[in-house]
């Protein structure tokens, strides 16, 4: 399998940002780590691994990117307004520096964002909002709502909301969601959502669904048994899904 290791300083982020890509050819996956997680994680973790038939085939060519969950939503040291606002910063490298990166180096003309916990939600938000750019959405084990609180994970704002928030969040923004163009590109989007029915965030990715389909929006909701927030889930799940 092919391995490329690509580093560069980032305008939006004002330091160096790093990522892995897997794969010669094919659709270009976009991978968001989960919160503890590196550009390297889903190669630690062996999902490359479990994606490498169709890497090799040239069916799909990944790109880890780093997630950012310690300068963002887990920097207990910024306030919440500034979390909202680095991860805003996130959103534009990835949408000015990663995925014109991905363009220039694969012609191909389907373009998927993929994501485990954390990650699922910045997949989903990042589609969700710039549906156009998009063709596929994978999210596993995904919460949709970082206000919410469940179980050990609580609200990621400390009771703080602004207009920002609100239009980063999946469950809150779609509601509201009446741009007719908007809607016509995500009724376009192939949505795989995976969750456990022992998972904490099973009702947030059911809600998630009835909002998608108020909106028309089709989508696949699987539910696997027992907990599978975890990597050996995920390893089963990528190769079904992605």
């Given at each position: 399998m092919r391995r490329d290791y690509r580093r560069w300083y980032s305008p939006a982020l004002h330091r160096d940002m790093e990522l892995l890509t897997f794969g010669h050819a094919g659709a270009k996956v976009l991978m968001f780590p989960t919160r503890d997680g590196r550009f390297?994680?889903?190669?630690?973790?062996?999902?490359?691994?479990?994606l490498a038939d169709k890497v090799?085939?040239?069916?799909?060519?990944?790109?880890?990117?780093?997630?950012?969950?310690?300068?963002?939503?887990?920097?207990?040291?910024?306030?919440?307004?500034?979390?909202?606002r680095r991860h805003?910063?996130?959103e534009a490298y990835i949408l000015h520096e990663v995925l014109p990166l991905m363009a220039s180096t694969n012609p191909h003309d389907?373009?998927?964002?993929?994501?485990?916990?954390?990650?699922?939600?910045?997949?989903?938000?990042?589609?969700?909002?710039?549906?156009?750019?998009?063709?596929?959405?994978?999210?596993?084990?995904g919460r949709y709502d970082l206000t919410m609180k469940v179980e050990c994970f609580g609200d990621l704002f400390d009771g703080y909301y602004d207009d920002?928030?609100?239009?980063?969040?999946?469950?809150?923004?779609?509601?509201?969601?009446?741009?007719?163009?908007?809607?016509?590109?995500?009724?376009?989007?192939d949505i795989v959502l995976a969750v456990g029915e022992a998972d904490p965030f099973l009702d947030n990715n059911?809600?998630?669904?009835?909002?998608?389909?108020?909106?028309?929006?089709?989508?696949?909701?699987?539910?696997w048994d027992s907990r599978a927030h975890c990597p050996r889930a995920w390893r089963?799940?990528?190769p079904l899904y992605v």
């Open positions: 390297w994680e889903y190669e630690k973790l062996d999902v490359v691994a479990s090799n085939a040239g069916h799909l060519q990944l790109y880890c990117i780093e997630g950012l969950a310690r300068e963002t939503f887990y920097d207990a040291g910024r306030h919440p307004a500034d979390r909202i805003a910063a996130f389907c373009t998927m964002a993929v994501g485990c916990s954390l990650g699922a939600f910045q997949a989903a938000s990042l589609v969700l909002r710039h549906p156009h750019l998009f063709r596929k959405l994978v999210a596993f084990s920002e928030i609100y239009f980063h969040t999946p469950t809150h923004f779609l509601p509201s969601l009446n741009c007719p163009w908007r809607l016509e590109n995500l009724r376009r989007i059911r809600f998630l669904s009835r909002l998608l389909e108020d909106k028309g929006v089709s989508y696949r909701l699987h539910v089963q799940m990528a």
